[in-house]
């Protein structure tokens, strides 16, 4: 398993905005499918989006596309989520992870992600 650590959440208007950010390996960063996921109390934990391990290609859960954008900053080795038009529903942990085998031409499972983040707490109020 692969160490990331996330950052960034918090406590955020209905409407606002928040970046979320995730600190990898360099091996991790270039080699690896990485992507963002949440689980929100008493729910399973579902995928939000994901980049591939060069950072070309993305994949959005229909529920966040257009308002959420993953990236990547290689000088950082750090992945991004940036957040925008925020909703009460899309309060829950969020939770970065890595996968060798994944791809971002379809909907990423869970199951194919082996590497994850502790999780960062996000808040949205009405």
């Known amino acids: 398993q692969q160490e990331l650590v996330e950052s960034g959440g918090g406590l955020v208007q209905a409407g606002g905005s928040l970046r979320l950010s995730c600190v990898a390996s360099?091996?991790?960063?270039?080699?690896?499918?990485m992507g963002w996921f949440r689980q929100a109390p008493g729910k399973e934990r579902e995928f939000v989006a994901a980049i591939s391990s060069i950072g070309v290609s993305t994949k959005y859960s229909d529920s966040v596309k257009g308002r959420f954008i993953i990236s990547k900053d290689y000088t950082k080795d750090t992945l991004y989520l940036k957040m925008d038009s925020l909703k009460p529903e899309n309060t829950a942990v969020y939770y970065c992870?890595?996968?060798?085998?994944?791809?971002?031409?379809?909907?990423?499972?869970?199951?194919?992600?082996?590497?994850w983040g502790r999780g960062t707490q996000m808040t949205v109020s009405s």
């Open positions: 360099r091996r991790t960063f270039t080699k690896y499918v």
């Open positions: 992870a890595a996968s060798l085998t994944s791809t971002v031409d379809v909907t990423p499972a869970v199951t194919e992600f082996d590497s």
